[in-house]
């Protein structure tokens, strides 16, 4: 266990932490596998928890303590009435949908909710976080990983204490914070200027510890994982949060015709063109990051750009390759940019950021907003 022993993370706004976790869903499962590694940035779940309105009080509870900055103590002498009051306490036989099997089962308990509390607060806080890590690094292009030295950290992340590396390196995909349940590690921004003042260089990326070998028994999902990061830990809460903030392809815009399934499933064809609309951002291959266009608006850019509803991999019609190339350079040199009122598909009037650009005979614009984004191209006279 390491890093930042107090809630909530120094440096992070707590509307940025809200922000991540009342973008959530809800999401009903009996096992902790049910709902799985990255899905947690998306999903509001708690094991057992098998009904609506359990999880509504829960989850009250959680945003009180990330709004409000509820204790530990207050949050479970608030919250326990109510789950004793539902029957959602101590141990019970239940019904595994799953299998069909009745099993006994922990239910609430204080063990329980101190995890409930810890897990969704630190990991709205470092989602939070690496939303402003992503604003700011043009000033702080470096990360430091920084643990709590007292004595009760795993030995792994005792020794990823100090690491030093760029903020878009790979390593922190899989080993910003929080790495295992009840982590406390956390990564501090650095500028060069101060690395030199505190006479600290960019680290040589460390080797990597053992593996070892993990099953979710409830998929079948088999893998390997370095020591130092626990089963289900291994993704960066911060990147699969811009995800999420990545704009939707509007149906008008795109093929519709193209393969369905989940955005990590991309075709090896797919994943050039939208790594090539990540590039003219500055991205690396398969990121998330926040970019500030000229204006000083914040746009999450990410491959979620091009997957629509239900997982549906959108590409711009015609030629993809030419036309991604002229929806960038309208976004990133645009010769106008503004808002523009425009009629959604179900009749409601929608604010959206417009982009402008001419060039070589061709005029082409951008728009972005809440519901989605959509784009068109015609001849510059007309």
Same mark, same amino acid.
């Given at each position: 266990?390491?890093?930042?022993?107090?809630?909530?993370?120094?440096?992070?706004?707590?509307?940025?932490?809200?922000?991540?976790?009342?973008?959530?869903?809800?999401?009903?499962?009996?096992?902790?596998?049910?709902?799985?590694?990255?899905?947690? &940035?998306?999903?509001?779940?708690?094991?057992?928890?098998?009904?609506?309105?359990?999880?509504?009080?829960?989850?009250?509870?959680?945003?009180?303590?990330?709004?409000?900055?509820?204790?530990?103590?207050?949050?479970?002498?608030?919250?326990?009435?109510?789950? $004793?009051?539902?029957?959602?306490?101590?141990?019970?036989?239940?019904?595994?949908?799953?299998?069909?099997?009745?099993?006994?089962?922990?239910?609430?308990?204080?063990?329980?909710?101190?995890?409930?509390?810890? *897990?969704?607060?630190?990991?709205? !806080?470092?989602?939070?976080?690496?939303?402003?890590?992503?604003?700011?690094?043009?000033?702080?292009?470096?990360?430091?990983? #920084? #643990?709590?030295?007292?004595?009760?950290?795993?030995?792994?992340?005792?020794?990823?204490?100090?690491?030093?590396? /760029?903020?878009?390196?790979?390593?922190?995909?899989?080993?910003?914070?929080?790495?295992?349940?009840?982590?406390?590690?956390?990564?501090?921004?650095?500028?060069?200027?101060?690395?030199?003042?505190?006479?600290?260089?960019?680290?040589?990326?460390?080797?990597?510890?053992?593996?070892?070998?993990?099953?979710?028994?409830?998929?079948?999902?088999?893998?390997?994982?370095?020591?130092?990061?626990?089963?289900?830990?291994? !993704?960066?809460?911060?990147? $699969?949060?811009?995800?999420?903030?990545?704009? #939707?392809?509007? /149906? $008008?815009?795109?093929?519709?015709?193209?393969?369905?399934?989940?955005?990590?499933?991309?075709?090896?064809?797919?994943?050039?063109?939208?790594?090539?609309?990540?590039?003219?951002?500055?991205?690396?291959?398969?990121?998330? &990051?926040?970019? *500030?266009?000229? @204006?000083?608006?914040?746009?999450?850019?990410?491959?979620?750009?091009?997957?629509?509803?239900?997982?549906?991999?959108?590409?711009?019609?015609?030629?993809?390759?030419?036309?991604?190339?002229?929806?960038?350079? &309208?976004?990133?040199?645009?010769?106008?940019?503004?808002?523009?009122?425009?009629?959604?598909?179900?009749?409601?009037?929608?604010?959206?950021?417009? !982009?402008?650009?001419?060039?070589?005979?061709?005029?082409?614009?951008?728009?972005?907003?809440? @519901?989605?984004?959509?784009?068109?191209?015609?001849?510059?006279? *007309?």
């Amino acid at each position: 266990m390491s890093g930042p022993e107090e809630l909530p993370l120094a440096g992070v706004a707590p509307e940025e932490a809200i922000a991540f976790f009342r973008r959530k869903g809800f999401r009903i499962g009996f096992n902790w596998q049910d709902v799985f590694k990255a899905e947690h &940035a998306r999903w509001f779940t708690v094991a057992k928890a098998m009904s609506r309105d359990l999880l509504e009080d829960i989850r009250e509870a959680v945003d009180k303590a990330i709004s409000e900055g509820t204790t530990l103590d207050t949050f479970k002498k608030e919250l326990r009435p109510k789950l $004793e009051a539902k029957g959602w306490w101590g141990k019970k036989i239940m019904l595994d949908p799953a299998t069909g099997q009745h099993e006994l089962v922990q239910l609430g308990s204080p063990r329980r909710l101190k995890t409930i509390f810890d *897990t969704n607060i630190r990991t709205a !806080y470092q989602a939070g976080k690496w939303e402003r890590i992503q604003r700011t690094k043009a000033a702080f292009p470096f990360l430091e990983y #920084s #643990s709590v030295m007292d004595g009760r950290e795993r030995q792994e992340h005792h020794d990823w204490d100090g690491i030093i590396l /760029p903020v878009d390196h790979p390593w922190w995909k899989t080993h910003y914070g929080p790495c295992d349940w009840n982590c406390r590690c956390s990564a501090i921004p650095r500028s060069q200027r101060m690395l030199d003042r505190m006479g600290k260089t960019v680290s040589q990326v460390p080797p990597a510890n053992d593996l070892y070998p993990w099953t979710n028994s409830r998929t079948g999902e088999t893998g390997m994982l370095e020591k130092g990061i626990g089963k289900g830990w291994d !993704y960066n809460v911060g990147e $699969e949060y811009l995800r999420g903030l990545a704009p #939707s392809p509007l /149906p $008008e815009s795109f093929d519709g015709t193209d393969e369905v399934g989940a955005a990590a499933e991309l075709s090896g064809a797919q994943r050039v063109l939208v790594d090539r609309f990540l590039k003219l951002f500055g991205v690396p291959p398969g990121g998330e &990051a926040i970019w *500030t266009d000229k @204006d000083g608006w914040p746009l999450s850019i990410g491959r979620g750009w091009f997957i629509g509803d239900g997982g549906a991999v959108r590409l711009p019609r015609g030629a993809a390759g030419v036309a991604i190339d002229r929806i960038g350079a &309208a976004i990133v040199q645009p010769d106008d940019i503004g808002w523009a009122w425009v009629r959604g598909a179900d009749g409601r009037a929608l604010l959206m950021r417009r !982009y402008d650009r001419v060039a070589n005979g061709m005029r082409t614009r951008v728009d972005v907003g809440r @519901d989605g984004w959509r784009w068109e191209t015609k001849p510059a006279q *007309t």
